[in-house]
């Protein structure tokens, strides 16, 4: 219910004059941002030595294009990247630095664990491990080049 909602919102908010692109995110992108439990690019061993912190955010598709962050390698959210489908991600390129330096990260895979916007206290729970791919390679918001902060991102939830 909530979902279509802040579908129709954003519907309306594109259709809005002068309005050229409309998007959604779990968190300010120029704000203090959230946290991470920790991530681990498949592969190393799940140990504090191997853990990346890096911020995490649902968006929606239009989230990368509207705030004009471009993408370097991969794609873009689509309809197809729903509940059902498998977890995906798009990492900017310090998370890819980090977790896999000189290397290309579409299709690499870390291992998290995290709650989601519908069960938030899954995070509270010690087997609740997530393995996501990453389908994209994003650029750096103006404001984390200079800190060179690691960010991912997931679609915001849709049936």
Request: proline share 8%; aromatic share 6%.
């Amino acid at each position: 219910m909530a979902a279509a909602a802040f579908d129709r919102v954003l519907d309306e908010l594109r259709r809005a004059p002068g309005v050229e692109f409309a998007a959604a995110g779990s968190t300010a992108p120029l704000g203090p941002c959230c946290s991470s439990n920790g991530l681990v690019p498949e592969g190393r061993p799940l140990s504090g030595e191997s853990v990346i912190n890096a911020y995490s955010r649902f968006v929606t598709p239009e989230y990368f294009e509207t705030l004009r962050i471009p993408l370097l390698r991969g794609r873009l959210f689509t309809d197809r990247d729903t509940r059902q489908a498998p977890l995906v991600m798009i990492v900017n390129e310090e998370l890819a630095r980090l977790a896999w330096p000189g290397e290309d990260p579409i299709g690499k895979r870390i291992v998290c664990c995290e709650g989601t916007p519908e069960n938030p206290s899954l995070a509270q729970t010690r087997f609740n491990t997530l393995l996501l791919t990453a389908l994209g390679l994003a650029g750096l918001l103006l404001a984390a080049v200079r800190r060179r902060i690691p960010s991912r991102s997931r679609r915001s939830s849709r049936s």
